[in-house]
């Protein structure tokens, strides 16, 4: 069965600090990956996801995510993070021709004003 | 333009009580999805479905029963709650397998 590790469960980090979110998949085939973030009290919303071609990956509200097929990881990042990027972000696997996704843990970023 | 709707948003059981959660998707979506969120746990699956008609289990699927009787529609029920399935629910829904979820606002229900 597929599994999703993140790293950290609680980071807090002052503005203009740089972020990196770990995220490591069990899985050895074909993969798509997925970063949802949960603002406090709403749903959760996609922030990038990655099928193939180019490894980098570029989201919304400028974060970025970098698959590295030979470590089973795909990292989040954000070079400088604002107060509004407080919110739990989710790392997803879905196996090709799957039909579910795995989330991992989560990871509660707060952002230090 | 609603996308995903669930309803209720928020409901308080007493333990044993027996209630439903309806899921709505006006997206015309195939697959549809019924997950937990709790601290510390991230999302784990409860059921889902391919298609209307069609259920299968998830991660977690012990207490809990569904039913796709139309393509727009994911009902999750609890037939005898019980305090360990207080949490906040959400559901999602899918063109397709393998791609990117959409996602109701979520339930939080309460079991006493």
């Known amino acids: 069965a597929q599994s999703v590790s993140q790293h950290n469960h609680h980071v807090i980090l002052s503005e203009a600090a740089s972020l990196e979110l770990g995220c490591n998949y069990s899985y050895g085939g074909t993969v798509n990956l997925f970063w949802y973030v949960q603002y406090p009290g709403q749903h959760l919303q996609l922030l990038l996801k990655y099928f193939s071609g180019d490894p980098l990956v570029k989201g919304i509200k400028g974060f970025e995510a970098e698959f590295i097929k030979s470590k089973f990881s795909f990292n989040l990042r954000k070079p400088s993070v604002q107060w509004s990027d407080t919110a739990e972000y989710f790392c997803a696997v879905n196996a090709e021709y799957g039909n579910k996704l795995v989330f991992g843990a989560g990871t509660i970023l707060r952002v230090k004003s | 333009n609603a996308g995903v709707t669930q309803t209720p948003k928020f409901r308080v059981l007493k333990t044993g009580q027996s209630m439903t959660l309806l899921c709505a998707q006006d997206?015309?979506?195939?697959?549809m999805y019924w997950y937990r969120q709790d601290p510390g746990m991230g999302l784990r699956l409860i059921h889902y479905s391919v298609g209307e008609g069609t259920t299968a289990k998830g991660e977690v699927p012990d207490g809990y029963n569904v039913s796709r009787l139309k393509k727009q529609n994911f009902l999750l029920g609890l037939e005898s709650a019980a305090p360990s399935q207080t949490s906040v629910y959400f559901c999602?829904?899918?063109?397709?397998?393998?791609?990117?979820?959409?996602f109701g606002e979520g339930s939080r229900l309460t079991v006493l």
């Open positions: 997206m015309n979506h195939e697959y």
């Open positions: 999602a829904s899918t063109p397709g397998g393998a791609g990117e979820l959409f």
